[in-house]
């Protein structure tokens, strides 16, 4: 074998090796970036797949919290409207209870007689014959409704500043009430049958205040009464020999 006929063989293998060496370079560069490949798109698809798991639970999440949220207020409203109806009508039900009591207690209170005025009764003064030295006042209802004399008439002789005192003995169990056309009595004694009196003047005017503040005006008899420190009122009575006893 010639050296020309070596050398291109040598050649020839050199070029085979380095061709073959050649490829396998390749061969591993593309078997790496094959491997990468699957590596990377593993996690690119978990991740696809994550975000899209993710928004499936936000929308069921908000859809369950829409479906909750919705129900509680409608549970809230129907438990207000149901409130609001309670109370409307416990309202009602007790603004018809108020008025039917106040309509109740109105009808009692209209029921009841009120206090005598001075324009309701008409007071007579007269001297009677026994007991000595008393004046019989007779209050007669002269209104067209039942009406209640005061405790005792707070009689004013003259210009006395003061009325005269009350007999106690003579009070009766309750206020006295006239009827129209009806009359109460209280009796008065003027003076000490004894002469046991002081201060003892006469005089021709006689008025008796009532609760209201009307005044009655009362007519004496003619030439007037004589009173002293002994001057003292019953209270008023329904009846006349009551009225006389003190």
């Given at each position: ?18 061709a073959?060496?050649?490829?396998t370079?390749?061969e ?57 109806a309670?109370?409307s ?6 603004t ?19 206090k ?27 209104g067209s ?6 405790q ?10 003061s009325?005269?005192?009350v ?11 006239v ?12 003076s000490?049958?004894?002469g ?18 009307s005044?009655?005006?009362v ?22 020999d009551a009225?006389?006893?003190?």
């Amino acid at each position: 074998m010639s050296a020309r006929t070596t050398r291109t063989r040598l050649f020839a293998a050199t070029t085979v090796a380095l061709a073959a060496l050649a490829l396998t370079a390749c061969e591993g560069d593309g078997s790496d970036t094959g491997a990468s490949s699957p590596s990377s798109a593993a996690p690119a698809g978990q991740q696809s797949e994550q975000p899209t798991g993710g928004k499936e639970s936000a929308g069921d999440t908000e859809a369950d919290g829409t479906k909750e949220t919705n129900g509680s207020a409608g549970s809230a409203a129907s438990s207000g409207s149901a409130g609001s109806a309670g109370a409307s009508d416990s309202g009602t039900a007790g603004t018809a209870g108020s008025s039917g009591t106040s309509g109740g207690t109105g009808g009692e209170d209209s029921a009841l007689p009120g206090k005598c005025s001075a324009a309701d009764v008409e007071i007579t003064a007269t001297e009677v014959p026994r007991p000595l030295n008393h004046l019989l006042l007779t209050a007669t209802n002269t209104g067209s409704k039942t009406c209640m004399l005061p405790q005792y008439p707070a009689a004013r002789f003259g210009e006395a500043q003061s009325v005269p005192p009350v007999a106690e003995s003579t009070k009766p169990q309750s206020l006295t009430g006239v009827q129209p056309g009806e009359a109460g009595y209280a009796g008065v004694l003027l003076s000490a049958g004894d002469g046991s009196g002081e201060n003892g003047y006469r005089t021709d005017t006689l008025t008796i205040p009532f609760e209201d503040g009307s005044i009655a005006t009362v007519a004496l008899p003619s030439g007037g009464v004589y009173v002293d420190t002994a001057l003292t009122v019953t209270y008023w009575q329904t009846d006349m020999d009551a009225a006389l006893s003190h």
